[in-house]
């Protein structure tokens, strides 16, 4: 046998005998998600699983409770109703202790605020007359009821011309509703009046601002006044307001220069700029027209029955 043979048989016998910490240690067994989950201490090989009834296991669903098996007793309502009989008392567990001298919690709708609305203190320019007119409103109270002050009315060559003074109480009905109950005072030219007043107040639907008032008043008297306004933002503080003012009178009142049936109507559109959201001058045009009867009684007294009116004002609230 030569040399290399003699070498290659050396080397295999040499490979063949190496030691074993020279080989790939062997990995360990794989961890079963039981034994990663079981608690330290515990064999899971020891468990006894022959008690478990997997028959009485919810399978109903893997993302959510079993419906089937929910407690319909309370004939499917989540909120609302009387509390069960076995409810327990949320001032049960104070220990007997209350607020003693210091003064309890007080909500929001149960603190007195206040706010008073400019909506029209205008110039107004005719054909062949100025004035000057007011509609004022303010309300003291909390959420649910308060106090309301309305106040409309015309000045005319340095005289109060017609006034109209309401005081009422309001209360809310619904989500931007408010019903409101009181009086109504009539000043100005021609003797004063005194009426009972109802009505309602709020934001309709699309965002219109509605006022809607029933009057009546002594020996069968009843009228009705209808306002209505809409904001329309053409920029964050430029805004264009449509407004509508309607009344009707269900008899005739000549000493006040009203009859009966729908006695004015007027429609008006006016552009204000709000320096800041409480303060707005504006400009605008209003058409008013008187009709029926009190068409007739402000011509006999030498009124014009229509009117084409520029006004210029000053809106503001705080």
């Known amino acids: 046998m030569n040399h290399r043979s003699i070498l290659l048989v050396a080397t295999v016998m040499a490979l063949s005998m190496c030691p074993v910490w020279s080989q790939e240690p062997a ?18 090989s020891k468990m006894d699983h022959g008690e478990t009834d997997h028959s ?10 079993n419906m089937s098996v929910m407690d ?14 076995d409810a327990r008392d949320p001032h049960a567990y104070s220990g007997g202790y209350d607020f003693g001298e210091m003064s309890p ?4 709708d149960r603190q007195n605020f206040k706010s008073l609305l400019a909506d029209r203190l205008e110039s107004v320019e005719t054909a062949d007359n100025s004035s000057a007119t007011y509609d004022l409103q303010a309300w003291f109270g909390r959420d649910y009821d308060r106090a309301v002050l309305k106040a409309e009315g015309d000045f005319d060559e340095g005289k109060l011309e017609e ?18 109950l009181g009086g109504r005072y009539d000043s100005g030219e021609g003797p004063d009046r005194a009426w009972l007043a109802f009505g309602i107040q709020g934001l309709a639907p699309y965002w219109f601002e509605v006022d809607a008032t029933g009057y009546v008043g002594g020996g069968g008297r009843f009228a009705f006044n209808l306002e209505a306004e809409y904001e329309l933002l053409l920029t964050q503080k430029l ?13 005739s009142d ?6 009966s049936g729908v006695s004015e109507a007027a429609l008006g559109l006016r552009l204000r700029y709000e320096f800041r959201r409480e303060l707005a001058p504006y400009l605008g045009v209003e058409w008013a027209q008187r009709f029926g009867e009190t068409k007739d009684l402000a011509r006999a007294a030498g009124e014009d029955s229509s009117q084409t009116r520029l006004v210029s004002g000053l809106r503001f609230w705080f």
């Open 27 to 44: 990995q360990p067994p794989a961890t079963t998600e039981t034994e990663k989950e079981s608690p330290p201490g515990t064999d899971p």
């Open 56 to 65: 009485k296991m919810a399978h109903g669903s893997a993302s959510g409770p």
């Open 72 to 85: 319909h007793r309370s004939g499917g309502k989540m909120q609302g109703g009387s509390p069960p009989h």
């Open 105 to 108: 919690l007080v909500l929001a």
């Open 163 to 180: 006034a109209q003074t309401e005081l009422l109480w309001g209360h809310a009905v619904a989500a931007y509703w408010d019903t409101q």
């Open 239 to 251: 805004i264009l307001q449509p407004r509508i003012e309607v009344d009707w009178y269900r008899q």
């Open 254 to 259: 000549v000493e006040r220069g009203i009859g």
